[in-house]
Nanobody, 113 residues
Framework: QVQLVESGGGLVQAGGSLRLSCAAS????????MGWYRQAPGKQRELVAH???????IYTDSVKGRFTISRDNAKNTVYLQMNSLKPEDTAVYYC???????WGQGTQVTVSS
């Protein structure tokens, strides 16, 4: 059973940066498409960024130019670099292995104004 463990969340002021990490167990991480989602209080979970096994990326419009998703297959890890953070980025961020529909436990990101 593959497990995903997120880390790197926290409290940051507007304009600041955070880097989220998602470490996956298992030896075939490289074939998974991976995504970062977020869910703010009272809102639906939404896709933030996605990276295919081949490294192709897509982003939701609100984070384009500010967030970068990347992966290190040697470390079984996917990252989300978040720059120029805004209060509206506040949410619980979840890692998702799309190929096998596995979710991490989530990590809280809070951006103060």
């Amino acid at each position: 059973q593959v497990q995903l463990v997120e880390s790197g969340g926290g409290l940051v002021q507007a304009g600041g940066s955070l880097r989220l990490s998602c470490a996956a167990s298992g030896s075939i991480f490289s074939i998974y498409d991976m995504g970062w989602y977020r869910q703010a209080p009272g809102k639906q979970r939404e896709l933030v960024a996605h990276i295919t096994s081949g490294g192709r990326t897509i982003y939701t419009d609100s984070v384009k130019g500010r967030f970068t998703i990347s992966r290190d297959n040697a470390k079984n890890t996917v990252y989300l670099q978040m720059n120029s953070l805004k209060p509206e980025d506040t949410a619980v961020y979840y890692c998702h292995a799309g190929s096998i529909d596995i979710w991490g436990q989530g990590t809280q990101v809070t951006v103060s104004s």
